[in-house]
């Protein structure tokens, strides 16, 4: 994992699963951290377009469905 720690408030991306058959592809959606429960384990407010979601979410280094990631830097 990075140097980076979560922290309530932090602003990581959480990985949509999307559909079993991709009519909707795996996307990254915007998420803010809402409880921390480890350096790799959290609760994260995702942000889709239908509506808020609240997830229990593992850390990946890499996009994963289900997981949170921190923000590539442009």
Known sequence: MSEQKPSVGRIVHYQAYGTPNGEYPSVPRAAIVAEVYSDTKVKV?????????????????TPKPGHWSWPPRN
């Open 45 to 61: 407010v995702v942000f889709n377009p239908t509506g808020l979601h609240f997830n229990d979410s593992e850390y990946s280094e």
